[in-house]
């Protein structure tokens, strides 16, 4: 379940502590614009194929080598990949000295070991969002992007949306919307969270390392619901919390500069969806931003309703934010909203994700700092660890937001 940090421990001095293990100088030159890029994937299993094939639409990527625990990830991705190494073990991968960058897709509770490992063995490295399974884990990958000097991008792919840089720049910045005091945020009815296993999971197959999946989670036999939709279970993710709100979340911190909440609080449950799931199906969060707005966010997978979206409000209007678009709404009566498409190519449908990917191989190049940064990475699951610990703890946290850690009460 969640591995809960109480007391006086701080966690981003904990970021400063320990030794690096290995030394990053051979990968630290710049690669040029036409510089071929070796990449391995770990998790290559149904988004993570889907990013790495983004990856490759870039002519210069070659995607080397892949790892998962199941074959069948393995041989689907060979499809995409046909000259790639193939491996069981993540360390296995990162011995490959020729690679230069590491796509990590794994279930959320082996991100913080991939990651960390990947960036030590001085890889650049791409980690599909939320960056951590506890809130404790983030300081621990921040310190080795740092010490290692590795580009490492979390997949908050907001960050790299055209219109909402311009909504952000156009609209927010300069203060068209006045004092801001509410971000609402929702997400309903998203199906990916009531998947259920086919039926050739239903026995475990020969060629699916259950023990290696599990990794540092408890024992329990085979149950396919939790490999299949792990991410309704809290011993590997989060729920609809860190997987839906820690992008929404995100665009808060983004557009209005604070990313660090001092107190949440949250209630739902598992009302309709009896599945065996641990994390709700139905959950409101409410986070306060010092003594300036609060930012809520509110899911159900029930299936009578749909929809998501930002919503930022303030004293002169209020900014509705989605991913196809963004609409103004000004607080003088008559006046009519300003509504802005998304540009994108109709080609590609997930043209978010692939500008998102496009930022990341760029700093891989230039050594900028990308879009969506590891700290960035860091405070937006940070944010939605709370939501998620006050949910499991039923009371509701106060946050420093200099220490970054809970209060006692």
Known sequence: MLNIPIGRRTL??????????????????ILGANDRILMGVVGPGERGRHVMSLFQTDKNVEVAALCDIYAENIDQAKQKAPNARTFKDHRRLLEMKELNVALIATPDH?????????????????????????????????????????????????????????????????????????????????????????????????????????GPVKWREWDPQQYWNWRAYLDFGGGQVTDLFTHWIDVVHMFLGNDIPTSGVAAGGVYFAKDGRTAPDTINVLLEYGNQYTATFEATLAPGVRGEAVEICGTKGRLWIDRSRFE????????????????????????????????????????????????????????????NISYVQKRRLKFDPVREEILPL
Request: proline share 4%.
């Open 328 to 387: 103004f709404y000004t607080a003088e009566k008559g006046a009519k909203p300003v509504i802005v498409e998304a540009e994108r190519d109709a080609a590609k449908t997930d043209f978010l994700t692939l500008d998102h990917v496009k930022n990341f191989l760029e700093c891989c190049r230039t050594r900028k700092p990308p879009n969506g940064d590891v700290l960035i990475g860091h405070r937006s699951a940070q944010a939605s660890h709370l939501g």
């Open 12 to 29: 981003l001095r904990g970021a400063a502590q320990g030794a690096v293990a290995f030394s990053a100088s051979s990968y630290s030159r």
């Open 110 to 214: 082996w991100h913080a070991e991939c990651a960390i490992d990947a960036l030590n063995a001085g890889r650049d490295v791409y980690v599909e969002k939320p960056l951590t399974l506890t809130i404790e884990e983030g300081p621990r990958i921040v310190k080795a992007a740092r010490v290692g000097e590795r580009i490492c991008q979390t997949g908050m792919q907001q960050r790299s949306g055209k219109h909402y840089i311009q909504a952000r720049d156009e609209y927010i910045k300069p203060g068209k919307l006045g004092q801001i005091t509410l971000a609402r945020t929702w997400w309903h009815g998203n199906t990916y969270h009531l998947r259920r296993a086919p039926a050739s999971l239903q026995t475990l197959p020969s060629n699916l390392d259950w023990a290696r999946f599990l």
